[in-house]
């Protein structure tokens, strides 16, 4: 079992459609959960961080996550085409001396049609 | 420009050839990643300092890369004797040492990778 699972996609919505990425992982120690976005070609871009179970809400975005389930999700409402891209779930987990280490899924791409 | 910088951006280098990659971090981020990532996945997990010291190596790194952070700041990754399987992008990033959202992970552009 892969240690974090997403579709890879691609995802296609039409624009103004609501797009929602799934996320399931497999360590039951992991606290917090964050999203990136991933243009072609470019570096990951955090939009999202998410500690506690339920729904946290930031503009067109909302992360929910149940703990319970291994399961974390990221909606994006009013999909624009400037959303299209790759999305990278990554639960955190400790380094040694405290450090954060991240781990990627393979993300999800989509796409936002017009 | 404050965010965490990566020199070079694209390393052409023949199979065989030694390559050196550096990270500046954001100022006054004392903890420093190193990640690769190849073409459909995602980031895996190098290697971490807190200010200068080494904390964590994963066992992706093999014995021809190592990574130096001296003086707590900058950060170099080596890739000795270059192989074609090390095409991939080198993220550098950086964080504060501080608990909860203060901790946030902030990448680099990264640097590409191509060995011919």
């Known amino acids: 079992q892969k240690e974090v699972e997403q579709n890879s996609g691609p995802l296609s919505v039409p624009e103004g459609a609501i797009a929602s990425l799934n996320c399931t992982y497999s360590?039951?120690?992991?606290?917090?959960f964050f999203w990136y976005r991933q243009y072609s070609g470019k570096s990951p871009e955090l939009i999202m961080s998410?500690?506690?179970?339920g729904d946290k809400e930031d503009g067109r975005f909302t992360a929910q996550l149940n703990k319970a389930s291994q399961y974390v999700s990221l909606l994006i409402r009013d999909s624009q085409p400037s959303d299209s891209a790759t999305y990278l779930c990554?639960?955190?987990?400790?380094?040694?001396?405290?450090?954060?280490?991240?781990?990627f899924g393979t993300g999800t791409q989509l796409k936002v049609e017009l | 420009d404050t965010g965490v910088s990566q020199d070079p951006r694209h390393k052409i280098t023949k199979r065989g050839q030694n390559v050196t990659f550096r990270c500046d971090p954001i100022?006054?981020?004392?903890?420093l990643y190193w990640y690769r990532q190849t073409l459909g996945q995602g980031p895996e997990f190098l290697t971490y300092?807190?200010?200068?010291?080494?904390?964590?190596k994963s066992r992706l790194l093999s014995d021809r890369f190592s990574a130096e952070r001296p003086k707590g700041s900058f950060s170099t990754l080596e890739i000795q004797r270059t192989e074609q399987g090390d095409s991939a992008m080198y993220l550098c990033?950086?964080?504060?040492?501080?608990?909860?959202?203060?901790?946030?992970?902030?990448f680099g552009e990264g640097s590409w990778l191509t060995v011919v």
């Open positions: 998410i500690y506690s179970n």
């Open positions: 990033a950086s964080s504060l040492a501080v608990s909860g959202a203060g901790n946030t992970i902030y």
């Open positions: 990554a639960p955190r987990g400790r380094l040694t001396g405290g450090g954060n280490k991240l781990t």
């Open positions: 300092f807190q200010n200068e010291a080494q904390l964590e």
């Open positions: 360590d039951r120690g992991s606290q917090s």
């Open positions: 100022s006054e981020h004392n903890r």
